[in-house]
């Protein structure tokens, strides 16, 4: 089975020339079966908007959301089951996690649980997040747990290895400043 994910894109026009001014209308999952050199849609998932990043592996594909209240950015998550033959996939409830996830790298899934790893944001204090929810019921996922990391730091770098381990960079984000007296 093939997967194939994709935004739509707003346009307008400016002296008779199409524009882009970003994606939010919607993105959609579509299942293909493949046989031979043939493909046959199977089925469509349509995720919304705000999708700012997907992770794909194994058996499911997990989503990122933007989620946008009171001035403040943050991401909700949700798992696509994909592990059907027959391209039948299932889109599992979300979680608001308490930052924004910023690549596909910060999210993973083992075993039943799902790993995020998000950022607090431009603002200052930054704190990043590692929370863990339990999605063995994907329509109804449970918090885990919960650990911040790297206050003051911004998040650079996710890796995940195995079912138990995590590596994250981080640096400080400091604007220079710098007077003289000519």
Do not use: C
């Not at 346009?11 to 299942?31: E, H, I, K, N």
């Not at 696509?80 to 910060?106: N, P, W």
């Not at 911004?154 to 007296?181: E, I, M, N, S």
């Amino acid at each position: 089975t093939l997967y194939v994910a994709a935004s739509l894109w707003q346009l307008y026009d400016q002296a008779d020339v199409a524009v882009p001014v970003g994606s939010g209308d919607r993105t959609v999952v579509r299942s293909y079966e493949v046989t031979g050199d043939t493909l046959r849609p199977s089925d469509e998932i349509d995720l919304g908007d705000a999708v700012s990043d997907i992770n794909a592996g194994g058996s499911a594909l997990i989503v990122a959301r933007d989620h946008y209240e009171d001035g403040k950015t943050t991401s909700r998550v949700a798992v696509v089951d994909i592990h059907q033959d027959d391209g039948t996939m299932v889109l599992g409830g979300d979680v608001a996690v308490t930052g924004r996830v910023e690549s596909k790298y910060g999210l993973d899934l083992r075993a039943g649980v799902l790993r995020v790893v998000s950022e607090g944001g431009w603002s200052t204090p930054t704190t990043n997040h590692l929370e863990t929810f339990d999605v063995s019921d994907i329509l109804h996922p449970r918090a885990i747990d919960h650990e911040t990391f790297g206050d003051g730091e911004a998040l650079y770098a996710t890796l995940f290895v195995g079912g138990d381990k995590g590596f994250f960079v981080t640096y400080q984000r400091q604007d220079p400043f710098h007077a003289f007296t000519i």
